[in-house]
Nanobody, 122 residues
Framework: QVQLVESGGGLVQPGESLRLSCRASGSIFSINTMGWYRQAPGKPRELTAS???????NYADSVQGRFTISSDNAKNAEYLQMNGLKPEDTAVYYC????????????????WGQGTQVAVSS
């Protein structure tokens, strides 16, 4: 199977930065897309950013220009650099991986991390 482990969350003041990391482990040959969703209290989970194995990126309008997603295919890892953080960025951030294949088959499902808390407050 596949496991995703996130790190890098914490409490920061508005305007500061954080870098989230996520690494996938297990029987993995390739991953098509990795990304981050976030969920604030009382709100639905929303796509924040994603990156494909080819390097194409996608961002929510609310984070465009402030967040940068990147990946390291060789390490099955992704990173989310978050600059200019705002109180409304406060949420639990979940790493996900889609289109995951072992060297024998496609898993046919997405995989999720356990979530990491980001809190932005003065």
């Amino acid at each position: 199977q596949v496991q995703l482990v996130e790190s890098g969350g914490g409490l920061v003041q508005p305007g500061e930065s954080l870098r989230l990391s996520c690494r996938a482990s297990g029987s993995i040959f390739s991953i098509n897309t990795m990304g981050w969703y976030r969920q604030a209290p009382g709100k639905p989970r929303e796509l924040t950013a994603s990156v494909t194995s080819g390097g194409s990126t996608n961002y929510a309008d609310s984070v465009q220009g402030r967040f940068t997603i990147s990946s390291d295919n060789a390490k099955n890892a992704e990173y989310l650099q978050m600059n200019g953080l705002k109180p409304e960025d406060t949420a639990v951030y979940y790493c996900y991986a889609a289109g995951v294949r072992s060297n024998r088959f496609a898993y046919g499902r997405d995989f999720w991390g356990q979530g990491t808390q980001v809190a932005v407050s003065s």
